[in-house]
C-alpha cells in the first residue's frame, strides 16, 4: 500500500480489525519512511463492474462515486452514517450478484432509488429530481404522488 504523505510503497499494517457488520476489514498503516499513520479499508468484490453511460461510454463502477451522490442527496438529512454504508454496500453486493459484468446507468439509478425511498423520503425526491432530469414544477408533482401511493396529490397539499 502506498502512503498517503510520502507515496513510498514501505508501508506496515499495525492492526486489523473488521468493521461492526463484518463486511469490511479496518486496517491501521504506518509508513516505514515517515512514519505516517493512516487507516485502509479492505472489502470483498465479487466481480469487477463496467458502467454502461447513457451516451453509451463504459467506465468502470466506482463506489466512491455513489457514496458521493448518495451524500448529496442526504445533505442535511437525519440520516446516520452507518445507515448509508449498509445501504451502498447493498446496493453494490446487489450490482455485483446480478450475473452482468455490464450495467446501464439507468439500472444503478433505478437501484440506488429503491434504497433511497425506503431510506429517506426527501432524499429520494432530491436524487430523483437530478437522476430523472426534472424540468418543471410537475416532475417533483408526479413523484411526490408516487410516494404517497397517489398518482395525483390532493389539491390541499400541492397549495401548502
Known amino acids: ?43 470483498v468484490q465479487l466481480r469487477e463492474l463496467t458502467v454502461i453511460k447513457r451516451n453509451g461510454r463504459r467506465v468502470p463502477f466506482d463506489r466512491d462515486k455513489l457514496v458521493r451522490s448518495l451524500q448529496i442527496s442526504l445533505r442535511k438529512r437525519p ?10 454496500s447493498a446496493i453494490v453486493r446487489e450490482l455485483e450478484s446480478g450475473g452482468e459484468a455490464e450495467i446501464s446507468s439507468e439500472t444503478i439509478g433505478e437501484i440506488v432509488m429503491e434504497h433511497l425511498r425506503q431510506l429517506d423520503d426527501v432524499a429520494y425526491v432530491r436524487f430523483a429530481s437530478v437522476y430523472r432530469n426534472f424540468r418543471e414544477a410537475r416532475d417533483f408533482k408526479t413523484v411526490l404522488g408516487e410516494l404517497s401511493g ?11
Open 150 to 160: 397517489d398518482d395525483e396529490l390532493p389539491a390541499a397539499i400541492i397549495r401548502k
Open 79 to 88: 440520516v446516520e452514517a452507518e445507515r448509508v454504508e449498509k445501504m451502498v
Open 1 to 43: 500500500m502506498r502512503c498517503p504523505s510520502c507515496n513510498s510503497l514501505d508501508t506496515q499494517v499495525k492492526d486489523s480489525r473488521p468493521t461492526e457488520d463484518s463486511a469490511v476489514i479496518r486496517r491501521r498503516r504506518v509508513c516505514m519512511a515517515c512514519n505516517f499513520r493512516f487507516t485502509t479499508f479492505e472489502r
